[in-house]
Structure formats: structure tokens, C-alpha cells
């Protein structure tokens, strides 16, 4: 099985979609998931089961069991890792710090050393973070700024996963490469992530808690220019030969004014939002953008997908999701929480 891919958090929303697509492409899977319970886990379930495929494998491991996760490697022999495993969430590392230890951190270290020992593996994409840029001011954000003001801890252990791979990288002889995800949405999405949050509240009558006053500024990346970026990064090996760790960031280059975001989503639902307007809160930045120079270059990536377009899907994808409107199947609602 030395042409199979490890694909780490395959339950995820970025996961499952980079799963699918190496299997649409003829790869052969292998997904790792704890499916926790950070939100519904039905919602993981359900992704997973979209991408069934007899050469799709899902083990229900966390990385933390080192034990079940060297076994797995050593069976499974994956030539090229995607890891994307990760305890996300800016505003829950200041509730749950252990949890962003044990999983970005710890559960990182752990899979570089399964790869290390395995010997076989060729490439090992994981997932770094827009956040990492933390309290930067200059924009657009480039690869080549400092990055050692994180303003939350998740932010900080995505930078430290980019430490610890560039070590790594350079003792062991790894071929890592660093994408730093910008503001990811799209069907399938994360419920805890405003997106989804602000789309279910306008379909649902609920207020929408708006931060910083609705003065915030987001690069809102479609989740297939995702996956197009995560795969070229993913194939494209040949300046392995100057450097064997590398980062870049994945990001529509556009940020939207959080107000006019809000304004698509309404005008696609055909409902008002409620707004409560409110400060900002802790771990939060005013705005992103991505500098994506070195990323057109090296992989020849662009994000495609507009913000209209983007949102369109995402709402079409609620509605048959959720059943809003008498569209769909309504039994896999659940309690939303509203503020973001």
C-alpha cells in the first residue's frame, strides 16, 4: 500500500473534503478521526459516510494512543500524510487549554515521530493557521513576516507546530510543508464558525451576536480553492531539493467587510438578520488578508470561487442539511448557539 494517503481529521470539514477528493482522483485512504464531541459528531459522521469508497479506510483513533497510532502507520504504510487533526476554535483555547496540548501539540508530535519511524513516507502537509499572524498589523499577511505575537492559544500551538516541523524537517530529513488556512467556509462546514452560526440564526429568527462592532474584516476562502491548494501543495515536491520544510498561506486575497458578508447571506436566505452589535472579544483581530504571491508562484494556486457563489452553496447545502424551508431532512437539527 506504499501509494496510500494518510489523511488525519477525516471526519473534519477540511478533512473530509480532501479526503474525497483524493479518492475522486483514484488515491487511495486512510482517515484517522477521534470524532469528538467539540460539536455534533453526527454532523462527522455524515461526512465520512459521503466519501464511502471501497479505498477509503477510517479508523477511529486519537492521535494522543500513540500505541494504536504506530500500529495503524506500520500496517498501513502511507507514502504522503495530509495532517489535519486539530482542536480548532480561537475563543474555546482560553476555556480548554489541555485540549489544544494534547491534541496540536502532543498529537503532532506523536505523528511526526509515526512517520519518522515508518521510513517510507515522501511528503506531510499539515495544517497551520491564519492566526499565527495574531497581533500583526501589517496586511496583507506574508510568509515572510514575524509571527511571535499570538493573541490566543490555539494560535500558539499552530505556531509551534511550525517550529516543531521545521526541526524535524531539518534532524530527521522530513519533507513538511505548512498551510496556513484563512477563514475556510462552505457546505459541510463547522457549526461552531460564523458562517454556518450567522446562516442558521437568519434561517431560525435568532439574533446574530456581531463582534467588534461589525468593524472586522475577513479573507473567506471556499472550501474546494482549499482543496485545490491543499492538493497542489500536496504534489508538488520538487523544491524539496533547496529547503525540506516550507509554509504557505491558503487565502482568497479578498477579505470581506464583515457587514457585507452578512448582507450575501441575507439576500441568499431571503430573510433579515437580527443584529446585536457587540466588542470585541479576547483572542480576536480586526482583519485578515493573505499575501498569496509565493503560493501562485510555487503551486500555481488561486482561489476561484467568489463570495456570492460561495455563500449560494453554503445556503443551498443548509437548507437540504437541515431541512429549513421544508427542504430536506429536518431530523438532524440540534440547540444553536448563536454568538460569534
Not at 435568532?206 to 500536496?234: H, N, Q
Request: hydrophobic share 40%; glycine share 8%.
Amino acid at each position: 500500500m506504499e501509494d496510500t494517503v494518510l489523511v488525519t481529521g477525516c471526519a473534519g470539514f477540511i478533512g473530509s473534503a480532501v479526503a474525497e477528493a483524493l479518492l475522486a482522483r483514484g488515491e487511495r485512504v486512510v482517515g484517522i478521526d477521534n470524532f469528538n464531541s467539540y460539536y455534533d459528531p453526527q454532523l462527522k459522521r455524515d461526512r465520512v459516510a459521503r466519501g464511502a469508497d471501497p479505498a477509503y479506510r477510517v479508523a477511529e483513533i486519537d492521535l494522543a494512543d500513540r500505541a494504536a497510532l504506530f500500529s495503524l502507520m506500520a500496517e498501513t504504510r502511507p507514502a504522503r500524510i495530509v495532517h489535519l487533526a486539530a482542536q480548532a476554535g480561537v475563543r474555546y483555547s482560553f476555556e480548554n487549554p489541555h485540549a489544544y496540548i494534547d491534541s496540536n501539540i502532543a498529537g503532532f508530535v506523536n505523528l511526526l515521530e509515526a512517520a519518522r519511524a515508518a521510513g517510507n513516507v515522501r511528503h506531510f502537509v499539515y495544517a497551520s493557521s491564519s492566526s499565527v499572524y495574531g497581533a500583526n498589523v501589517k496586511q496583507p499577511f506574508s510568509i515572510d513576516d514575524p509571527v511571535e505575537r499570538p493573541i490566543s492559544l490555539y494560535a500558539a500551538t499552530k505556531r509551534a507546530n511550525e517550529l516543531i516541523a521545521q526541526v524535524y524537517a531539518m534532524q530527521f530529513g522530513l519533507r513538511l510543508t505548512g498551510l496556513r488556512y484563512f477563514t475556510v467556509y462552505g457546505p459541510w462546514g463547522r457549526p461552531d464558525m460564523a458562517p454556518l452560526k450567522f446562516a442558521r440564526a437568519i434561517f431560525e429568527g435568532k439574533p446574530i451576536e456581531v463582534y467588534g462592532e461589525g468593524d472586522m474584516r475577513r479573507d473567506f476562502t471556499y472550501i474546494d480553492d482549499i482543496v485545490d491548494g491543499t492538493l497542489r501543495a500536496l504534489d508538488e515536491t520538487s523544491r524539496f531539493d533547496a529547503v525540506s520544510h516550507r509554509v504557505y498561506n491558503l487565502g482568497n486575497h479578498r477579505p470581506e467587510e464583515l457587514l457585507h458578508f452578512i448582507a450575501i447571506l441575507e439576500r441568499a436566505i431571503g430573510k433579515p438578520a437580527k443584529r446585536v452589535f457587540k466588542p470585541m472579544q479576547p483572542g480576536d483581530v480586526r482583519s485578515t488578508a493573505a499575501d498569496i504571491d509565493a503560493t501562485i508562484r510555487d503551486l500555481g494556486w488561486r482561489p476561484t470561487t467568489n463570495i456570492d457563489v460561495g455563500l449560494d452553496a453554503l445556503v443551498r447545502w443548509l437548507r437540504s442539511y437541515y431541512g429549513y424551508d421544508g427542504v430536506g431532512d429536518d431530523r438532524r437539527r440540534s440547540p444553536l448557539a448563536v454568538a460569534v
